[in-house]
């Protein structure tokens, strides 16, 4: 059955500097990939969704990436500031649901 | 105007009561949906309703039992409460499911935290 999976649990990444996080899966490459992202006490909050046949997509700071022969997404922080710390969930289809990567929390450090 | 909210925030009680949480979206959407988030921060699907008609229903207890009274709504009612169902519950909604062949992006709402003593 299709797994997906965040290999990193936390990360400390310095201000300023590129945040990378990866979103990895396995079986079927997913029509389109979502990235969320989730602040303390709240609900996920939709950032970007790519599809299957796009190599990248880009919002103001935040860059995505979907690889479908490596079955990996990846998601780039530019300049990355405190504010940006929260955990980010990717998330895909499985049988018709949507499923969640467990999150990488992603520490902006001043 | 909050886009999904619910009711209550937090909820403390005891084993073995029975408690509901209320969802509302007034984003126009066919589909929503009742998520659990536990300790460990794992976000997981429990039940989707598309147009007042239950779509998914995961590997859930029968004690849980959601309820749709029109397409704006999602009430989740819980019998006979026991610890292992402290959790966060997350209601959420979206324009399309992916069953039809939409795109699923989901909207949740703020949560309602529930402790069960």
């Known amino acids: 059955s299709q797994k997906i999976e965040q290999n990193s649990e936390a990360l400390n990444i310095q201000e300023g500097k590129t945040a990378t996080l990866t979103c990895n899966y396995t079986n079927y490459s997913p029509a389109y990939l979502q990235w969320y992202r989730q602040d303390p006490g709240r609900g996920p909050v939709f950032l970007l969704l790519i599809r299957e046949n796009e190599k990248e997509k880009r919002k103001e700071r935040l860059k995505v990436t979907f690889d479908t022969t490596l079955k990996q997404s990846l998601f780039h922080i530019t300049a990355s500031q405190p504010a940006d710390s929260a955990t980010y969930l990717c998330?895909?289809?499985?049988?018709?649901?949507?499923?969640f990567g467990k999150g990488t929390r992603l520490h902006i450090l001043p | 105007d909050t886009a999904v909210s619910q009711t209550p925030k937090y909820l403390v009680t005891q084993m073995g009561n029975d408690k509901s949480i209320k969802c509302e979206q007034n984003l126009g959407h066919d589909t929503m949906y009742w998520y659990k988030q536990d300790s460990k921060k794992f976000l997981k699907i429990m039940f989707s309703?598309?147009?007042?008609?239950?779509?998914i229903n995961e590997t859930v207890p029968n004690r849980f039992s959601p309820k749709s009274p029109d397409k704006a709504h999602l009430n989740l009612h819980i019998n006979s409460l026991e610890l292992g169902d402290s959790a966060v519950y997350f209601c959420a909604s979206s324009a399309d499911w992916a069953g039809g062949l939409g795109i699923d992006t989901q909207y949740f709402g703020p949560g309602t935290r529930l402790t069960v003593l």
């Open positions: 998330a895909l289809n499985r049988d018709d649901k949507i499923i």
């Open positions: 309703y598309n147009n007042k008609e239950l779509i």
